[in-house]
T-cell receptor
Framework: AQSVTQLDSQVPVFEEAPVELRCNYS??????LFWYVQYPNQGLQLLLK??????LVESINGFEAEFNKSQTSFHLRKPSVHISDTAEYFC?????????????FGQGTTLQVKP | GAGVSQSPSNKVTEKGKDVELRCDPI?????LYWYRQSLGQGLEFLIY????????KSGLPSDRFSAERTGGSVSTLTIQRTQQEDSAVYLC???????????FGPGTRLTVT
């Protein structure tokens, strides 16, 4: 069985400061990894994904995440956050060896960016 | 193009009543997923449809929950004899076959009183 742990339920940070949202996963098979973002009163949006290839993946709005197989982690980072980054962030895993592509989500991390 | 749509956006029902939630996936997406988002349980997978294959129902929490997908497009999630613990936001997502990139709808917020 697969599981995802997001180590911080809330992360308060000041605008323009760097941030790291932590995600660890457990799986006995190979995995695909995702970060989704949910802005207030909106649906889930895919932020970035790791399927294969380079272990460092980037989003169009400055976020990046690095797949670390030995540490079973996929932490999300941004060097300088904006007020508009305030949202809930979900780490998720699926298995390429499965036949559904269903996502297993972590509990979410609320990023609170303060002016 | 149009994204995933869900209706209704909000539904309030009395305990014991049946409810139906609807999902219209993105045109051309053959895979469709239902998830549930609740305060206590977070985001949980419920059911998956792919083309004409048998659905993966492994996430349905009880036999009061069922879903169907007609014509490979629209899907309906039905909850019979609703209970207060069914209160949650029900999310639908679709994707191209095995693309592993799921697009989510805005959800239906279900409140059971």
């Amino acid at each position: 069985a697969q599981s995802v742990t997001q180590l911080d339920s809330q992360v308060p940070v000041f605008e323009e400061a760097p941030v790291e949202l932590r995600c660890n996963y457990s799986s006995s098979v190979s995995v695909y990894l995702f970060w989704y973002v949910q802005y207030p009163n909106q649906g889930l949006q895919l932020l970035l994904k790791y399927l294969s290839g380079s272990t460092l993946v980037e989003s169009i709005n400055g976020f990046e995440a690095e797949f670390n197989k030995s540490q079973t982690s996929f932490h999300l980072r941004k060097p300088s956050v904006h007020i508009s980054d305030t949202a809930e962030y979900f780490c998720a895993v699926s298995s390429p060896s499965g036949n559904t592509g269903k996502l297993i989500f972590g509990q979410g991390t609320t990023l609170q960016v303060k002016p | 193009g149009a994204g995933v749509s869900q209706s209704p956006s909000n539904k309030v029902t009395e305990k014991g009543k049946d409810v139906e939630l609807r999902c219209d996936p993105i045109s051309g997406h053959t895979a469709l997923y239902w998830y549930r988002q609740s305060l206590g349980q977070g985001l949980e997978f419920l059911i998956y449809f792919q083309g004409n294959s048998a659905p993966d129902k492994s996430g349905l929490p009880s036999d009061r929950f069922s879903a169907e997908r007609t014509g490979g497009s629209v899907s309906t999630l039905t909850i019979q004899r609703t209970q207060q613990e069914d209160s949650a936001v029900y999310l639908c997502a679709s994707s191209l076959e095995m693309s592993y990139e799921q697009y989510f709808g805005p959800g239906t917020r279900l409140t059971v009183t």
